[in-house]
């Protein structure tokens, strides 16, 4: 096994690389480390090796994981957000990258503004339009941030996630036109609402460079840095909380614990 220290710094070589072919100061990109499915080690070595921000996809592997790593990191939800999850997520996350629906930036600000939290979010907005993927339909962003704007004085608006759509290596360019589309609608969006949206969350382990060389200024990455996940189940069991992962879409859930 590479030194992680090595692989950081291959990693963050390639971004310094892509600002270059951009003109950007790789001072504004950022790697939220991608710690899912690794154990609180992960954390550490994160941590230890520079990391500040570490992402997370599931409410209860960050809950069992967040008391025995490192304090320091700042943690974000990089995951869907289910309505009935997110009173334990605020107390859990300060970010949000994966916001894509009004009922839930309203669940988000009425549990925020009763605890007292400041949430910070980004709206995922599916820009390749596939069907298996989570995020709000372009159209639909205009009206979400009025909401925000409006109608959420706990959530700040920070900017915008999205995922491209998977292609294998020797087709990785093919993923530019999403990124690009992304950082356009932002550019837009800004103009739009005299304001700014200055966070970007584009890029994975396999098409991060060209993410950046969009605009990126978060890139999520978890192979690349921590090697392949385990396929089948997190290291540690997860408790029967997670069962009701599934199933739970349907916002019944929101009606009991309101
Ligand atoms: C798992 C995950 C990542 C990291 O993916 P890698 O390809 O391992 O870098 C990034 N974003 C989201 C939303 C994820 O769920």
Redesign the pocket.
């Known amino acids: 096994m590479e030194a992680f220290e090595t692989i950081l710094k291959g990693v963050q070589e390639k971004i310094a690389a892509a600002c270059q072919r951009a003109g950007r100061d790789p001072a504004e990109v950022e790697i939220?480390a991608?710690t899912?499915t690794h154990g609180e080690e992960v954390v550490r070595e994160a941590w230890e090796g520079g990391l500040r921000i570490v992402?997370e996809?599931k409410v209860q592997e960050a809950a069992w994981k967040q008391p025995l790593s490192v304090s320091g990191p700042e943690w974000h939800l990089?995951?869907h957000l289910q309505r009935n999850k997110v009173r334990p997520a605020l107390e859990l996350f300060e970010c949000f990258?994966?916001i894509d629906s009004i009922p839930l930036l309203d669940r988000i600000e009425h549990v925020a503004s009763e605890i007292g939290k400041r949430p910070r979010v980004l709206l995922e907005v599916n820009v390749s339009g596939e069907r298996s993927k989570d995020g709000m339909k372009p159209a639909d962003v205009p009206a979400a941030i009025e909401h925000v704007l409006s109608a959420c004085p706990s959530i700040t608006l920070e900017g915008f996630?999205t995922?491209a759509p998977f292609f294998p290596h020797e087709k990785i360019e093919e993923t530019r036109p999403f990124f690009r589309e992304l950082r356009e609608l932002r550019d837009a969006m800004e103009v739009e609402f005299g304001a700014k949206f200055p966070r970007l969350s584009m890029g994975?382990?396999?098409d991060?460079p060209i993410a950046i060389e969009e605009g990126a200024t978060w890139v999520?990455?978890?192979?690349?840095?921590?090697g392949e996940?385990p396929k089948a189940k997190p290291q540690r069991a997860v408790d029967a909380g997670d069962a009701g992962e599934s199933g739970e879409g349907d916002g019944s859930f929101d009606k009991v614990l309101d």
């Not at 999520?220 to 921590?226: A, D, I, K, M, S």
């Open positions: 939220v991608v899912k992402g996809n990089i995951g990258h994966s996630m995922m994975m382990s396999g991060y999520r990455l978890g192979t690349v840095l921590f996940r």
